[in-house]
């Protein structure tokens, strides 16, 4: 239920602003801590000589766990490898390595500064493709326009494709995908598109997309 009203308190319009939302989140962070906490000790009853004590220890612990997510959030993704086997694939196309980025979430928090060490670190991969899977933008407030000429540098031999999640659509979704799409990135909208002879590529946009529009028109 806690859960459930901080969700819908989100959800208003009074907190469309990205500052806003992050104050409320932390808050969110803090006040469960405190729920946890009224919850095991029956709301001060069974632990009345040290509740003060507790309570002072719960908000400590909400500050530490609040800011060790800012900074893991800061930090560089780890990096997952997976073989995967195609059977019918090309014996060319033997050995192909996709990097495939995620939920990058460019906006209040990460902008250009951080996504140039990002490129860096894909590069030193050596991709022959790179492949965006949504959320690449955090779609509240404004976009570092920076990113463009950033974005510009992340190439690989076959290409680099996107494709939308549901944060693409929280704003102007146009000027979003604009400022990759001059720098390069190929977004499959509904479409598929072949990379190199036998390897397909096939994106859709969110299925959130309709709803989400609505949404930003109110």
């Known amino acids: ?20 939302r992050r104050r409320l989140g932390a808050l969110f962070i803090a006040t469960t801590i405190q729920l946890i906490l009224e919850l095991l000790s029956g709301f001060g009853l069974w632990a009345k000589p040290y509740i003060n004590q507790l309570r002072s220890s719960a908000l400590l612990l909400s500050v530490l766990i609040i800011t060790l997510s800012l900074v893991q959030g800061m930090g560089a993704p780890v990096v997952s490898r997976y073989e995967v086997t195609l059977p ?65 540098r992340l190439k690989a031999p076959m290409g ?32 598929g598109q072949e990379v190199a002879p036998g390897l397909l590529l096939a994106g859709v946009d969110n299925l959130s997309r309709n709803h989400l529009n609505e949404g930003n028109e109110d």
């Open 88 to 152: 019918t694939l090309s014996a060319p196309l033997d050995a192909t390595r996709i990097v495939v980025l995620s939920d990058l979430h460019f906006g209040s928090q990460l902008g250009a500064q951080w996504f140039n060490a990002r490129v860096a670190q894909v590069a030193g991969l050596k991709p022959d493709l790179i492949v965006l899977l949504g959320d690449l933008f955090e779609g509240h407030g404004r976009v570092d326009s920076d990113l463009r000429s950033v974005f510009a």
């Open 1 to 20: 239920m806690h859960g459930y009203l901080t969700w819908r308190i989100a959800s208003l319009n009074y907190f469309k602003s990205v500052h806003l």
């Open 160 to 191: 680099v494709y996107a494709v939308t999640g549901n944060h693409e659509f929280h704003g102007d979704s146009s000027a979003v995908l604009a400022i990759s799409e001059e720098a390069g990135v190929e977004w499959l909208r509904n479409r």
